[in-house]
């Protein structure tokens, strides 16, 4: 697999919730992370949430802290980006990326090497 594969975007209401899937097969060594970002029309990619495969930490942007939760299957073959109570501002492409970036880089872009198409996430009513 060259490259993650993201699925489970959509449209919904504000304050509705969605979940979105990343297939990360074979990037799950303790130095890799998966990361979440998006990026708005007109506006620059920016970082979602990740998560650390050593000891399975996860990082949220303080926008979304308290709303989305990233996790993984125990098959260790996906991640997920479920996300609550969502709003207009989120609407966006969302990306899914995989590396390893070294702790201090785990929020950037630059950290990871390999990414998604994206899947469209609009929250309108």
């Known amino acids: 697999q060259e490259q993650p594969v993201e699925s489970g975007g959509g449209l919904v209401q504000p304050g509705g919730s969605l979940r979105l899937s990343c297939n990360v097969s074979?990037?799950?060594?303790?130095?890799?992370?998966t990361g979440w970002f998006r990026q708005a029309p007109g506006k620059e990619r920016e970082f979602v949430a990740a998560f650390r495969w050593n000891g399975y930490y996860s990082y949220y942007a303080e926008s979304v802290k308290g709303r989305f939760t990233i996790s993984r299957d125990n098959a260790k073959t996906t991640v997920f980006l479920q996300m609550n109570s969502l709003q207009p501002e989120d609407t966006a492409v969302y990306y899914c990326a995989t590396g390893r970036p070294i702790l201090s880089a785990v929020r950037s872009i630059a950290g990871y090497t390999d990414w998604g198409q994206g899947t469209q996430v609009t929250v309108s009513s």
């Open positions: 074979g990037r799950t060594s303790s130095s890799h992370s």
